[in-house]
């Protein structure tokens, strides 16, 4: 096809969403926030033992690169000019973690996922040095709890635990990042020339960085016992990294990096101080703009960075709820219980019932987080009966991703003083109309949900076309293109919601304490690792079998 048979619409935006579950890519127009085309590739969880989650760095990679070439092959059957994508945004999950060889390009370990609780050991001994074991000893710099959730215990871990990363550390070989470093290094070059680097508002997820200087700690370093020099160099979140080296898009700048939950908050607008949003993923966070002022929460919430738009512009903060489940409970559902083929099914088996019949869920997989912070909590279900099926089931997991929001909503509206009256959401949970209808119902506030959900890319692309040296896509107030939105009301009074909301939390307070890190030194379960009860039983079992034999030769 002739070059000028091509559809011209102006410069265009590629956006990397790399999340839990799954790697996209997408494509912006970015004069109207016009999405134009995408791909989709599954990413694979691991679960080596119970309480790990882990994923392949070089699979996560390969997905990328699989997103890219599938959408520019979508858009020339368009006929839309590919040349037109004058720059590339980052949005990733954050806190997982990666550590590779610099001379290989070769991952090191698997990547420890953010869920993961093996670190609760190395959390307890940590706690150990702290005045009082307070967990909260590093908020004010870091704005974080010690938590099995951030970057610097999982990079402890392997530190101590895998003899091939201490080994690169020692050469001088080793590199850590957050899924972001990763992505940047290895499309910018990787071994030939990769720029290692970072965004702020990843690094204010690791625990190692001090979210006012805007550097990395020498004395959280030092706790942790992380040698600096394996540190990707921060950044802001909006600038010029590098150019992409292979494939369709080759040369074109890496100019956008964003957490996801930052790149969400951007993507909703949420420039201005008490905006807020939730994003629905694998796990649920909510985050409200307190603008270039760090808010510290007295009720469980995070401090953490929004965005820093640019090398010269403000940073500006924001407070976080985090919940580790929501549509993870989901896929739960339908992997591990099996009582759905897919996930669309639980919102039809909800609807049917319309209500969980006094079933509570608690999906406390990975323990408790925001505002608990409860590691040894577990998942429970509760108020089951002869009558519960798997519909009452589908609606208490659903009620509960809705129930979590309603706990770190109440506990913003503590934090700021000013309740939030309007919720606006986004993530792939919210295409599920009854957890919508749930979640205004439970909050007796409305839900605000964009017609086109995929904030969290497009906030990445705002900030890679905004970047000095490519300046397609403007951020000022009155250049942002309007939304509309499918608006959901309250359908229920305060007092149902409040009656139901009590019982969710007698079911959250029966979660707790179910687990500890101490286990059988040998870790070893069985009866039979007792010596006299093993003997006593298998001594017992004998003499039951000789009794039924006499007894057989007696008839």
């Given at each position: 096809?002739?070059?000028?048979?091509?559809?011209?619409?102006?410069?265009?935006?590629?956006?990397?969403?790399?999340?839990?579950?799954?790697?996209?890519?997408?494509?912006?127009?970015?004069?109207t926030?016009?999405?134009?085309?995408?791909?989709?590739?599954?990413?694979?969880?691991?679960?080596?033992?119970?309480?790990?989650?882990?994923?392949?760095?070089?699979?996560?990679?390969?997905?990328?690169?699989?997103?890219?070439?599938?959408?520019?092959?979508?858009?020339?059957?368009?006929?839309?000019?590919?040349?037109?994508?004058?720059?590339?945004?980052?949005?990733?999950?954050?806190?997982?973690?990666?550590v590779?060889?610099?001379?290989?390009g070769?991952?090191?370990?698997?990547?420890?996922?953010?869920?993961?609780?093996?670190?609760?050991?190395?959390?307890?001994?940590l706690?150990?040095?702290?005045?009082g074991?307070?967990?909260?000893?590093?908020?004010?710099?870091?704005?974080?709890?010690?938590?099995t959730?951030?970057?610097?215990?999982?990079?402890?871990?392997?530190?101590d635990?895998?003899?091939?990363?201490?080994?690169?550390v020692?050469?001088?070989?080793?590199?850590?990042?957050?899924?972001?470093?990763?992505l940047?290094?290895?499309?910018?070059?990787?071994?030939?020339?990769?720029?290692?680097?970072?965004?702020?508002?990843n690094?204010?997820?690791?625990?190692?960085?001090?979210i006012?200087?805007?550097?990395?700690?020498?004395?959280?370093?030092?706790?942790?016992?992380?040698?600096?020099e394996?540190?990707?160099?921060?950044?802001?979140?909006?600038?010029?990294?590098?150019?992409?080296?292979?494939?369709?898009?080759?040369?074109?700048?890496?100019s956008?990096?964003?957490?996801?939950?930052?790149?969400?908050?951007?993507?909703?607008?949420?420039?201005?101080?008490?905006?807020?949003?939730?994003?629905?993923?694998t796990?649920?966070?909510?985050?409200?703009?307190?603008?270039?002022?760090?808010?510290?929460?007295?009720?469980?919430?995070?401090?953490?960075?929004?965005?820093?738009?640019g090398?010269?512009?403000?940073?500006?903060?924001?407070?976080?709820?985090?919940?580790?489940?929501?549509?993870?409970?989901?896929?739960?559902?339908?992997?591990?219980?099996?009582?759905?083929?897919?996930?669309?099914?639980?919102?039809?088996?909800?609807?049917?019932?319309?209500?969980?019949?006094?079933?509570?869920?608690?999906?406390?997989?990975?323990?408790?987080?925001?505002?608990?912070?409860?590691?040894?909590?577990?998942?429970?279900?509760?108020?089951?009966?002869?009558?519960?099926?798997?519909?009452?089931?589908?609606?208490?997991a659903?009620?509960?991703?809705?129930?979590?929001?309603?706990?770190?909503?109440?506990?913003?509206?503590?934090?700021?003083?000013?309740?939030?009256?309007?919720?606006?959401?986004?993530?792939?949970?919210?295409?599920?109309?009854?957890?919508?209808?749930?979640?205004?119902?439970?909050?007796?506030?409305?839900?605000?949900?964009?017609?086109?959900?995929?904030?969290?890319?497009?906030?990445?692309?705002?900030?890679?076309?905004?970047?000095?040296?490519?300046?397609?896509?403007?951020l000022?107030?009155?250049?942002?293109?309007?939304?509309?939105?499918?608006?959901?009301?309250?359908?229920?009074?305060?007092?149902?919601?409040?009656?139901?909301?009590?019982?969710?939390?007698?079911?959250?307070?029966?979660?707790?304490?179910?687990?500890?890190?101490?286990?059988?030194?040998?870790?070893?379960?069985?009866?039979?690792?007792?010596?006299?009860?093993?003997?006593?039983?298998?001594?017992?079992?004998?003499?039951?079998?000789?009794?039924?034999?006499?007894?057989?030769?007696?008839?």
């Open positions: 096809m002739a070059a000028s048979d091509r559809m011209v619409l102006g410069p265009l935006v590629g956006s990397i969403d790399q999340g839990t579950s799954s790697t996209r890519f997408l494509v912006f127009n970015a004069k926030a016009e999405l134009l085309s995408h791909h989709q590739v599954e990413i694979q969880q691991k679960f080596p033992k119970e309480g790990w989650v882990e994923q392949d760095p070089k699979e996560i990679l390969k997905s990328v690169h699989e997103c890219v070439e599938r959408t520019c092959e979508k858009l020339q059957q368009l006929n839309i000019d590919i040349t037109n994508i004058k720059a590339i945004g980052v949005s990733n999950q954050r806190e997982t973690t990666v590779w060889d610099k001379t290989t070769e991952p090191l370990y698997n990547a420890i996922v953010w869920l993961d609780l093996r670190t609760q050991s190395t959390v307890e001994r706690l150990k040095r702290i005045p074991k307070n967990k909260a000893f590093f908020k004010f710099r870091t704005g974080l709890p010690l938590s959730y951030f970057s610097a215990v999982k990079l402890r871990w392997l530190l635990n895998v003899e091939e990363i201490r080994q690169a020692d050469d001088g070989r080793a590199m850590f990042g957050t899924i972001d470093s990763w940047i290094w290895s499309l910018t070059g990787g071994k030939n020339g990769g720029v290692h680097c970072t965004d702020v508002t690094a204010s997820r690791t625990m190692l960085f001090n006012h200087s805007l550097e990395w700690d020498p004395e959280l370093c030092q706790f942790f016992d992380i040698p600096m394996i540190l990707p160099k921060v950044r802001s979140s909006s600038e010029i990294y590098g150019l992409m080296k292979s494939g369709a898009l080759t040369g074109v700048p890496i956008g990096c964003l957490g996801d939950q930052s790149a969400a908050l951007v993507g909703q607008m949420c420039f201005q101080d008490g905006q807020a949003k939730n994003t629905y993923g796990g649920c966070f909510l985050l409200c703009n307190t603008g270039q002022k760090s808010v510290f929460s007295e009720h469980g919430l995070l401090t953490t960075i929004a965005y820093k738009l090398r010269d512009k403000p940073v500006c903060y924001a407070l976080e709820g985090s919940v580790a489940i929501a549509g993870a409970v989901v896929r739960w559902l339908r992997d591990n219980l099996g009582i759905v083929k897919t996930s669309q099914e639980v919102e039809k088996l909800a609807a049917e019932v319309g209500t969980s019949y006094g079933c509570y869920f608690v999906p406390a997989f990975s323990g408790l987080y925001a505002p608990y912070w409860e590691p040894s909590a577990r998942g429970i279900i509760c108020g089951l009966t002869q009558f519960t099926n798997k519909k009452h089931i589908a609606f208490a659903l009620e509960a991703v809705c129930f979590q929001t309603r706990e770190i909503l109440d506990a913003i509206n503590k934090d700021c003083g000013i309740p939030l009256n309007q919720l606006q959401v986004d993530g792939g949970m919210t295409n599920n109309k009854v957890l919508m209808q749930l979640q205004s119902d439970i909050l007796c506030i409305p839900v605000v949900k964009p017609s086109m959900p995929e904030t969290t890319a497009l906030g990445a692309a705002m900030a890679a076309g905004a970047a000095e040296g490519v300046g397609i896509w403007s000022n107030p009155g250049d942002l293109t309007a939304v509309t939105c499918e608006r959901f009301e309250p359908q229920i009074n305060p007092e149902e919601s409040e009656f139901r909301y009590a019982r969710w939390k007698k079911a959250v307070m029966k979660s707790m304490g179910w687990e500890t890190s101490e286990a059988p030194s040998n870790g070893d379960t069985s009866i039979f690792c007792s010596l006299p009860l093993g003997f006593f039983i298998m001594s017992s079992m004998i003499m039951l079998i000789g009794a039924k034999y006499v007894s057989g030769t007696d008839k």
